[in-house]
């Protein structure tokens, strides 16, 4: 991480998880073995996650993946949107017709379909308090740009 701040915040963050009840299926709090100086975090993940818990609704920004199962594709859409923020998901599906579909009605500023890797070209930003405004692309671009409007132009005559 890139601070004793981020690094304590994470720390904090994987031991609500515990204490809330997920199930912690590898990693933890506490450095990665060997690495007994710096910011590091164990890769961690856990199961039997609900979103109600703590690591369900904050954004992490650390190696923490938190799964949480779901019944059909509009129970898993309402979960992914049952969160004050909005910066980026993930769909994995067989079927590319319904990765697209759900997508769609996932309140994200990004969504990577099957793996697909960040694109520059492409806006990057986030919704709900993920922020406003984008970066890269020709939507990042137009952030920089002043608009004016003049009224009357015909009437100036």
Same mark, same amino acid.
């Given at each position: 991480?890139?601070?004793?701040? %981020?690094?304590?915040?994470? %720390?904090?963050?994987? %031991? ?10 590898? !990693? $933890?709090? @506490?450095?990665?073995? @060997? ?11 856990? &199961?039997? *996650? ?7 609704? /904050? /954004?992490?920004?650390?190696? *923490?993946? &938190? ?12 979960? +992914?949107?049952?969160?004050?923020? @909005?910066? &980026? ?13 759900? +997508? ?5 500023? #990004?969504?990577?379909?099957? $793996?697909?890797?960040?694109? #520059? ?7 709900? %308090?993920?922020?406003? !405004?984008?970066?890269?692309? +020709?939507? !990042?671009?137009?952030?920089?740009? /002043?608009?004016?409007?003049?009224? !009357?132009?015909? +009437?100036?005559?």
């Amino acid at each position: 991480m890139v601070s004793e701040v %981020q690094f304590d915040k994470i %720390q904090k963050l994987i %031991q609500q998880g515990i204490d809330e009840g997920a199930t912690l299926e590898t !990693g $933890g709090t @506490g450095r990665p073995d @060997g690495l007994n100086a710096g910011y590091y975090i164990r890769p961690t993940v856990f &199961s039997h *996650v609900t979103n109600d818990m703590t690591i369900a609704r /904050e /954004e992490i920004f650390g190696p *923490v993946l &938190s799964l949480i199962g779901y019944t059909n594709d509009d129970d898993a859409i309402r979960i +992914a949107n049952d969160t004050p923020y @909005g910066l &980026s998901g993930y769909i994995s599906s067989a079927d590319p017709e319904r990765a697209k579909r759900m +997508a769609r009605l996932i309140r994200t500023g #990004n969504v990577h379909l099957n $793996g697909a890797p960040l694109d #520059n070209k492409a806006p990057f930003g986030g919704y709900k %308090q993920s922020g406003n !405004g984008r970066e890269w692309g +020709a939507h !990042g671009f137009q952030e920089f740009l /002043e608009v004016k409007a003049i009224m !009357g132009y015909n +009437a100036a005559g």
